[in-house]
Nanobody
Framework: QVLLVESGGGLMQPGGSLRLSCEASGNIRDLYAMAWHRQAPGKQRELVATIRRSGSTDYADFVKGRFTISRNNDKTTTYLQMNTLQPEDTAVYYC???????????WGQGTEVTVSS
């Protein structure tokens, strides 16, 4: 089992930056990949960025060039650096993890990001 706890959300003006953190504990050696998803009000949850055990990353088109996913050396914390925030980035952001050949199976409780002037 893996426990994920997010932090770092808040209110930011358009054009600003925030960094989200996701602390993982438990059987983290079993994790193949970590990701950030988000869910805006009235919309479905969507995948934002993924980082694999190898360090390779993927991004949704709507955040490419603005958001960066990374992790610390012992892979216990995954980050999402969000730059040039826009009102449409307003959402609850969830950290997720999965084992190889599994769907996203471990989820944090979410952290709210609001981008507004």
């Amino acid at each position: 089992q893996v426990l994920l706890v997010e932090s770092g959300g808040g209110l930011m003006q358009p054009g600003g930056s925030l960094r989200l953190s996701c602390e993982a504990s438990g059987n983290i050696r079993d994790l193949y990949a970590m990701a950030w998803h988000r869910q805006a009000p009235g919309k479905q949850r969507e995948l934002v960025a993924t980082i694999r055990r190898s360090g390779s990353t993927d991004y949704a088109d709507f955040v490419k060039g603005r958001f960066t996913i990374s992790r610390n050396n012992d892979k216990t914390t995954t980050y999402l650096q969000m730059n040039t925030l826009q009102p449409e980035d307003t959402a609850v952001y969830y950290c997720a993890g999965r084992r190889v050949n599994h769907e996203w199976e471990f989820w944090g409780q979410g952290t709210e990001v609001t981008v507004s002037s």
